[in-house]
């Protein structure tokens, strides 16, 4: 009775049309030899060209790629054992405090969360900079690396733990010859998120940096306040296709995996 | 060596691995909130930055907690700004959500109709641009809506308006960036719901006579609330305490609360203001978060 028909298919292009124009128009212009944004004056890579030469610009991506790696490591082994803890011991004292710690970020606003961990580094007298800003980030992809971790894990057969304990393993031995291979997907998955999540952040790094530790999108955002350039344009398109990279990679990466699995 | 525990006795272990992201958590998210709070609650005048907030002994509680006050709160109702801006966010916020719904439904719903094998691709195409950075999905916008951007350009060239529609930097234009960044959100939930909808109640209803019209509003879509409900509240939720978009598209008159909050502490660099405003944030958040736990409830249950 429910037939895929030629309303459906409009639905589908409408709605991808929407989501997608806008990115595409965004890769064009970098691509324009017109310094107006308006007018198409030609097919240029100009604007890449002065991009390589914009230090402060790759600056700002070298410390946000290093505050990514960072935090997205902590992240994703915090967001591990809080996953472990809360998918295998379903009682403990303080698992709803726990529990809610770790979802809140998730919902939170930015703002409050940038706001709040300021408020702490300025209370702790801590200077700011690079670690602040990968402590502050840590903190907030760590609930959607548990996520990721939980959903492998709500399908983990423990019966192969059981065994492995069984044979004389030590619970450390168990969990890295058995539980670490097994979940491993989900943790890269995982860390993927958080990198992500590290990179793309504007305001939760603002709040928390400090002199001299100015991220990519904190530098990306005082140039769009300026006016749209074609050089913002190819920074974009660059940012774009390193995503599109990793994702494409990754998700290769998931499906051979998977196929290895089997 | 190792003599095999049996699994009831883990609570301890449990304990220790939870230990470490426990500690971290209350150090790096429970203990900023007591700041926050210990902050709204102070005197602007005495605050100013920079300063140290120092938590007293026990011994001088009493003190503390006399020097505490409302006044930051007082002036939250006192200034029209501050309630209009969260009644605009709150405005904002619906809006964002009822068209996210208008456009999400039939694009969730036609992915779920759509072949199987095309499904794994659409889904997709929906996440992708969820990954890319969001203050470059913003900027895109910028481009389209500038006066004799990209949208002037179409419309003026097949002759649609005669001149620029200048819809950059009104609310409009933030209505418009706030749907696009989050449809995604409102899409996911939705074609999960659809996706598992039992395709013999439609042939049911259809055999029964019912029109495809029929069919949609009295079995389709009210099996598919649980869907609306989870995506409504993924939208509704972070819209608003957006700050990006209302301040990248918004105008200067475009009022919502995460750019109150942002100037308070940034241009007025009054922080116990932003953290009272912070604190209100919250509690307008409370009732709202509520209805997503429920709408993860009904989810869980209908998949029965």
Not at chain 2, 240 to 247: A, S
Request: with cysteine; net charge neutral.
């Amino acid at each position: 009775m429910r037939r895929f028909g030629a309303f459906h298919l409009a639905a589908l292009v409408a709605g991808f049309a929407f989501l997608y124009l806008p990115i595409v128009a965004l890769i064009a212009y970098s691509f324009n030899a017109s310094r107006l944004v308006t007018l198409w004056g030609g097919f240029s890579t100009h604007w890449y060209g002065a991009l390589m030469r914009n230090q402060p610009l790759l600056d700002a991506a070298w410390l946000t790629i290093r505050v990514a790696l960072v935090s997205a490591t902590l992240a994703t082994v915090l967001g591990t054992l809080a996953a472990l803890a809360l998918a295998r011991y379903r009682v403990f004292v303080g698992r709803t405090l726990f529990s809610g710690m770790v979802m809140a970020p998730l919902v939170m606003p930015e703002v409050i969360t940038g706001l709040s961990l300021l408020l702490l580094f300025v209370a702790g007298d801590v200077e700011r900079g690079y670690w602040t800003v990968i402590i502050a980030h840590a903190t907030f992809s760590l609930g959607f690396a548990c996520i990721v971790v939980q959903a492998r894990l709500a399908g983990f057969d423990r019966s192969l733990e059981e065994a492995a304990r069984d044979l004389g393993a030590t619970p450390m031995e168990t969990f890295a010859t058995v539980t670490l291979p097994l979940i491993w997907p989900a943790v890269a998955a995982a860390w993927m998120l958080a990198f992500t999540l590290s990179l793309d952040d504007l305001v939760i790094a603002s709040f928390t940096t400090g002199p001299g530790a100015t991220t990519l999108p904190m530098r990306l955002y005082s140039a769009i306040r300026l006016g749209v350039t074609p050089e913002i344009n190819a920074a974009c398109t660059i940012m774009i296709a390193a995503v599109a990279v990793a994702v494409i990679g990754a998700s290769l990466l998931m499906k051979r995996d998977a196929l290895a699995g089997r | 060596m190792s003599t095999p525990v049996p699994r009831s006795s883990g609570t301890g272990r449990g304990l220790l691995v939870a230990a470490i992201p426990y500690l971290w958590l209350v150090a790096f998210f429970l203990a900023p909130f007591v700041i926050v709070l210990r902050i709204a609650l102070s005197d602007a005048a005495t605050d100013q930055p920079p300063y140290a907030p120092h938590f007293p002994g026990i011994s001088q509680l009493g003190e503390f907690l006399g020097a505490l006050d409302l006044e930051n709160f007082r002036l939250l109702g006192d200034d029209p700004l501050y309630w209009q801006s969260y009644l605009s966010s709150l405005r904002i916020a619906a809006l964002t959500t009822l068209i996210a719904l208008a456009i999400g439904y039939p694009l969730a719903y036609a992915m779920a109709l759509a072949p199987k094998r095309w499904q794994g691709i659409l889904l997709v195409l929906v996440i992708l641009p969820f990954w890319t950075s969001f203050l470059i999905r913003v900027y895109a916008w910028i481009g389209i809506l500038r006066p004799d951007g990209l949208l002037d350009m179409a419309l003026m060239g097949i002759g649609l308006t005669a001149e620029p529609l200048r819809l950059l930097n009104t609310d409009t234009a933030v209505l418009i960036g706030m749907v696009y960044s989050y449809l995604p959100f409102m899409v996911l939930p939705l074609f999960s719901t659809l996706q598992k909808l039992d395709g013999t109640l439609l042939e049911a209803a259809s055999d029964l006579g019912a029109t495809p019209l029929t069919t949609f509003l009295t079995v389709t879509l009210p099996l598919s609330i649980p869907g609306i409900l989870a995506g409504s509240a993924l939208v509704f939720i972070p819209a608003i305490g957006e700050f990006v978009i209302p301040d990248l598209l918004g105008g200067s008159d475009t009022l919502m609360v995460g750019k109150v909050l942002w100037n308070e502490f940034f241009s007025n660099r009054d922080w116990p203001l932003a953290s009272a405003v912070a604190i209100v944030l919250l509690v307008v958040l409370v009732l709202p978060l509520m209805l997503l736990q429920r709408a993860r409830g009904q989810g869980e249950g209908s998949v029965r």
